[in-house]
């Protein structure tokens, strides 16, 4: 724990100190074939063993046997078995490798439970990915105002990162793959009518937009047909390389307009469409806010509960899957013992938001963002936030097929982005620029 402090002291002041930073040495980027892995992560296990040496991940597909675009990616690890399971009875004796979301979750309620198997690092991008982010690493910098300065956008540009700013730009340009077709569905199990959403995403990501145009991150279409009410409704969304200091573009058609109109993207704080005040807008994609809007510390590595390797959400029946009302029913799901970045982020003076501070956690071979501890402004933990990842073995990236967001306030919560048959999730399909271009 003094080893921690004294880290968490050590960045704090590298961030007060030197708000802005060159890009780091040839020498020190020779680190990422060496004892980091090529995104960053440290390579070696744990001094427990709970966490095993990263041997290259997931980048192939099991048995040779590519998964389809209309059923269930095969669970590489299904034959594994539950080592730990954290309850309500006994989750102080695990509380230093659970968030304060999930101590929340467990304290409130007693069916809450948290099953622990074996750790798998299945995390794995494609080997030009790798190349990209040896050659930013020593050409990425960030200007004082958080802005980016790289001369592409096609690796991680921070796998060693110094301060909270350059941890957040590893989460946006994560790689995600060239283009993503999926089942889109969400629910709130504690409305009345469930309030459920279906439709259709797309997605256009950096490794092929930058090709074309150099300024975006990803594009994204969105194209409900359930309820009745929304069908043909449809969004659009771009993020360019000034997120961070600018909210999301967005478009918007509804079923009654011939044609997609422009909007003007409300405060980051307002409630996102059809999430019954569980959702804000800087919540979608998992977190856009501006980064103006806090004061940012990076916290460091921590070991965590977090949840990893979720094949088996894919197939579990909804009836059982969201049966209570209140909290995700748990029990299919599957946790591991991995390594994430914690980066703080506290309400800066002088600037409004419904989140006073949020405690985000990234996975550290991946990038992705797989918990967020989310304050109200009395300092009151109100939302808790997981994404249940899975290694997309056939692309090689590491994707969500579940994400909640959990109100341990109100007691409900909100399910989104579940992968279901009978349409998954297609990494393959091309998706032209004109699919996703809104005017």
């Known amino acids: ?31 990422l074939h060496t004892e980091l892995t090529p995104v960053g992560a440290i390579r070696a296990a744990n001094r427990a063993g709970t966490i095993p040496k990263w041997e290259g991940g ?33 989750w102080q004796r695990y509380q230093t490798v659970l968030t304060a979301g999930q101590q929340a979750l467990l304290q409130q309620y007693p069916d809450y439970q948290i ?40 690796g991680i540009p921070f796998p060693i ?36 959403l279906t439709g259709v995403e797309q997605w256009r990501f950096a490794s092929v ?12 279409r969105q194209r409900l047909d359930a309820p009745k009410f929304l069908a043909d409704y449809q969004r659009w969304w771009q993020a360019s390389n000034t997120v961070g200091s600018a909210p999301l573009s967005n478009w918007l058609q509804l079923p009654t307009d011939n044609r997609p109109r422009r909007v003007a993207v409300p405060a980051g704080d307002a409630w996102e469409s059809f999430s019954d005040g569980l959702q804000t807008v800087d919540q979608w994609p998992a977190f856009s806010a501006v980064w103006a809007l806090y004061d940012w510390q990076l916290v460091g590595r921590q070991e965590l509960f977090v949840p990893y390797n979720a094949y088996a959400l894919q197939t579990v029946p909804l009836a ?16 591991e013992r991995h390594r994430v970045w914690v980066v703080e982020a506290k309400l800066a003076e002088g600037k409004q938001h419904r989140y006073n501070r949020q405690v985000l956690y990234f996975d550290e071979d991946s990038w992705y963002l797989l918990a967020a501890d989310i304050y109200n402004a009395e300092g ?46 297609d990494y393959h399909s091309t998706i032209s620029e004109n699919t996703l271009q809104p005017e």
């Open 209 to 220: 937009l930058n090709s074309s145009n150099d300024s975006l991150l990803w594009q994204y």
């Open 380 to 425: 009151k933990l109100w939302r808790v936030f997981e994404a249940h990842t899975a290694a997309f073995y056939d692309v090689p990236t590491l994707g969500s097929v579940l994400e909640t967001l959990h109100d341990v306030q109100q007691q409900r919560y909100l399910v989104r982005g579940l992968a279901r048959e009978p349409f998954l999730c």
């Open 115 to 154: 099953q622990v198997y074996p750790t798998h690092r299945s995390a794995a991008f494609p080997e030009s990915f790798y190349q990209a982010t040896k050659q930013l690493a020593t050409q990425a910098s960030v200007n004082n105002d958080g802005a980016l300065n790289a001369p592409a956008l096609n």
């Open 58 to 90: 997931l980048a192939q597909t099991p048995n040779d046997k590519p998964p389809s675009t209309v059923q269930a990616y095969p669970d590489p690890f299904a034959g594994d078995k539950v080592q730990d399971t954290v309850t309500a009875k006994n």
């Open 161 to 196: 990162p110094r301060t909270a700013q350059e941890v957040l730009w590893n989460y946006q340009l994560r790689y995600q793959g060239r283009w993503l077709t999926r089942r889109q569905f969400q629910a709130i199990p504690s409305t009345a009518d469930f309030l459920t």
């Open 1 to 31: 724990m003094r080893y921690l402090a004294l880290c968490a002291l050590c960045y704090a002041c590298l961030t007060v100190l030197s708000p802005a930073h060159a890009a780091i040495s040839a020498e020190s980027a020779a680190r």
């Open 320 to 335: 059982d899957l969201l049966n209570n009302k209140q909290h995700l029913n748990t029990a299919a799901a599957r946790y």
